[in-house]
């Protein structure tokens, strides 16, 4: 009998895997020896899909052929180590099986029935994570997101159940105040969307002013929860950040967490990125108070380098999550009613939902604490090296962060300040295809370049490359 068109014949098959396994191996050898960045032109990437109208059938081999091209071709390296970016890793290789493992299983995570050995590993992990950050593992509940966006979702919808147990059922209608959550100035703006889903509006996240070292400032936080409960407002969650997007700030979770438990708060920590720094011991110091946090978004798709996404959400009440996903149904399995398991499609925002923590366990197991200890150890050291060789070359360092991210200006060029030099610099650093860097504002005021080491594979020859690129960019401006 014929194999069905979905399910390729064995020989085509092993031919396919060959071919997957051969172009995954290449990209992870020999990307470093390509360009970091595309070329940026819409018309030439719809030119190349346009042979597709799906009418006429091709062949295995082919399709994959194109999209292994077409990737090289076209895409922002993320995993290069000369990509200076937004926290995108460049992905372990045990994540790489882990995910692929996890597309042909294809484990469904709504009901424990279903996947047993996939919902505990998450759930063991999570309690190891949390342990990490000071939790007690007999009280640490959590489960896995798309990112870390849905990861501050989640804790601003169990902020609100925690505080409003009525929200649950009447919605915010039924409340009698508006709630307000607080931020800094330096915040990750997925809680504003965050806001947004929760029906808060963005009106009703109040951004608290950052000190001149970009943490918030927790006199402020506490002067602007006066003034708004004077005014009629609900407060019900701080949301502090560990490792800011732009520069990598730590607020001072200690100060914060005084306030938020002296106003009775839900203390949320956006330790998306920074959180990492929790499996170095000799960084674990930065995160002092996260262990006060009701809840802590983690990323592992960020400096853990596990393929995207996974997204972590951490908490010290073990029942917060069933209260504010739980919900009747009759259609979904019931073998494991007797069982004391966690059913995440009750727990979480999705329902149907890809195994995220696989890709992980693989990961941890593999490298073990002390593996990915050593990563973290180089990245820092490379953001160390790379803030002294942009000082020795011209360029001025704003931020201080012990993570491995710079913000700078530079200081040889009468415009090098300015918003609009600052983005021709990273423009033509980007062209040369030598790195990609990018603009931003801290505290959405001062225009600066960012840089941020987010490959465990970046070394000192890459740091090299990418002062050569700003030179260049620089020489050229002149
Ligand atoms: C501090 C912080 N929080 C949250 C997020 C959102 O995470 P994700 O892109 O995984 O949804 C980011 C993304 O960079 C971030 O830097």
């Known amino acids: 009998m014929a194999a069905p068109p979905l399910m390729l014949d064995a020989e085509t098959r092993a031919g396919l895997w060959r071919q997957l396994v051969s172009a995954i191996e290449t990209y992870a050898t020999k990307l470093e020896t390509s360009r970091v960045t595309p ?3 819409p018309g030439e990437v719809r030119a190349m899909l346009s042979r597709f109208d799906f009418s006429t059938p091709v062949e295995a081999s082919e399709a994959l052929g194109f999209l292994v091209e077409g990737l090289w071709k076209f895409q922002t390296h993320t995993p290069h180590p000369r990509y200076y970016g937004l926290f995108n890793p460049a992905p372990t290789t045990m994540g790489i099986a882990g995910d692929a493992l996890v597309a042909a299983f294809n484990p469904q995570l709504a009901a424990w029935s279903h996947s047993p050995l996939a919902i505990e590993i998450e759930q063991h992990l999570l309690r190891a994570f949390g342990a990490r950050f000071g939790y007690d593992p007999a009280h640490t509940d959590g489960t896995f997101a798309s990112g870390g966006m849905e990861a501050n979702h989640t804790a601003a919808l169990t ?21 307000v959550l607080y931020v800094s100035a330096e915040a990750h703006h997925s809680l504003l969307k965050a806001a947004r889903l929760c029906g808060l509006g963005t009106d009703a996240v109040h951004e608290i002013p950052v000190a001149p070292n970009l943490r918030m400032n927790p006199e402020a936080l506490a002067s602007r929860i ?4 004077a005014q009629g407002f ?8 560990a490792g800011s997007t732009s520069a990598g700030a730590i607020d001072p979770l200690p100060a914060i967490a005084d306030v938020a438990a002296r106003e009775k708060l839900w203390l949320h ?9 929790a499996l170095v011991p000799e960084l674990r110091p930065l995160l002092d108070g996260i262990e006060r946090a009701d809840s802590i978004t983690f990323d592992a798709h960020k400096w853990l380098s596990v393929p995207m996404g996974a997204g972590i959400y951490l908490t010290r009440h073990p029942d917060i999550l069933d209260r504010t996903f739980r919900t009747a149904v009759t259609y979904m399995p019931r073998e494991a009613a007797e069982l004391d398991v966690v059913n995440p499609f009750q727990h979480s925002i999705q329902w149907s939902r890809r195994a995220i923590g696989l890709k992980v366990f693989l990961s941890l197991a593999v490298a073990g604490w002390e593996g990915y200890a050593a990563a973290i150890r180089h990245m820092v050291a490379m953001g160390a090296l790379l803030r002294e060789q942009l000082e020795a070359s011209g360029w001025q360092v704003l931020n201080e962060t012990p993570l491995p991210l710079c913000c700078f200006v530079d200081v040889r060029h009468a415009e090098g300040r300015s918003a609009a030099y600052l983005h021709a610099v990273a423009m033509k650093v980007v062209g ?3 790195a990609w860097i990018s603009t931003t504002r801290l505290a959405n005021s001062v225009p600066v370049l960012r840089a941020c080491i987010t490959n465990y594979r970046t070394s000192p020859d890459d740091i090299a490359a990418l002062i050569g690129a700003l030179e260049d960019a620089r020489r050229q401006l002149r």
């Open 159 to 179: 902020a609100l159940v925690e505080t409003f147990p009525e929200f649950s059922c009447r919605g915010l209608r039924a409340l009698a105040a508006q709630p």
């Open 234 to 241: 609900a407060p019900f969650l701080v949301a502090a950040t």
């Open 39 to 41: 070329p940026l032109d």
């Open 432 to 434: 040369s295809g030598n």
């Open 226 to 229: 006066a003034q708004d409960r």
């Open 269 to 277: 920590v956006d330790a998306a990125w920074g959180g990492a720094a």
